[in-house]
T-cell receptor, first 113, second 113 residues
Framework: AQSVAQPEDQVNVAEGNPLTVKCTYS??????LFWYVQYPNRGLQFLLKYITGDNLVKGSYGFEAEFNKSQTSFHLKKPSALVSDSALYFCAVRADSNYQLIWGAGTKLIIKP | DAGVIQSPRHEVTEMGQEVTLRCKPISGHNSLFWYRQTMMRGLELLIYFNNNVPIDDSGMPEDRFSAKMPNASFSTLKIQPSEPRDSAVYFCASSPYISDTQYFGPGTRLTVL
């Protein structure tokens, strides 16, 4: 069965510091991995995805994510956090044989000035 | 280019009433997804369409829920009769192809009293 885990309900980071939001997954076959961000009272916005190729994926707003097949992880990172990065972040995965995305529970990211 | 459009943005109704949520996908997108988001259950896929045809409705909670896509530019999600436990934010998302990145609308916040 497919599953996604975001082990941290909340991550607190000081502005200017690097941030990491963790995601691990379980799928049969090759994974398609996605990160989305949700600001209050807004829809989910696509940040980046991994399909194949380079394990380091760069996305919107300076975010990047590293695909690690051996650890079945796809952690979201940013070198220097901004207060405006504060939001809810979702990781999602699907297998290459399935069109349905499986979503993590979300991680609330709080960036303090 | 306009993103996914949903209406209404907010809906307050009384138990037993019929509710219709509307979605206009991004022009040229072939796939459309309906999701429900609650604090308790997170993001749930209700149903998705490809080329206006329903592919998987296994996420629709009960027979009270129905969805249609009469053409490539319009979809509805109907709840009849509505119940307080249907209160949630309902999102519509579209993608160029069924396996591609999904782009979300702003959501409809439904409150059933």
């Amino acid at each position: 069965a497919q599953s996604v885990a975001q082990p941290e309900d909340q991550v607190n980071v000081a502005e200017g510091n690097p941030l990491t939001v963790k995601c691990t997954y379980s799928v049969s076959g090759n994974p398609y991995l996605f990160w989305y961000v949700q600001y209050p009272n807004r829809g989910l916005q696509f940040l980046l995805k991994y399909i194949t190729g380079d394990n380091l994926v760069k996305g919107s707003y300076g975010f990047e994510a590293e695909f690690n097949k051996s650890q079945t992880s796809f952690h979201l990172k940013k070198p220097s956090a901004l207060v405006s990065d504060s939001a809810l972040y979702f990781c999602a995965v699907r297998a290459d044989s399935n069109y349905q995305l499986i979503w993590g529970a979300g991680t609330k990211l709080i960036i303090k000035p | 280019d306009a993103g996914v459009i949903q209406s209404p943005r907010h809906e307050v109704t009384e138990m037993g009433q019929e509710v219709t949520l509307r979605c206009k996908p991004i022009s040229g997108h072939n796939s459309l997804f309906w999701y429900r988001q609650t604090m308790m259950r997170g993001l749930e896929l209700l149903i998705y369409f490809n080329n206006n045809v329903p592919i998987d409705d296994s996420g629709m909670p009960e027979d009270r829920f129905s969805a249609k896509m009469p053409n490539a530019s319009f979809s509805t999600l109907k709840i009849q009769p509505s119940e307080p436990r249907d209160s949630a934010v309902y999102f519509c998302a579209s993608s160029p192809y069924i396996s591609d990145t999904q782009y979300f609308g702003p959501g409809t916040r439904l409150t059933v009293l």
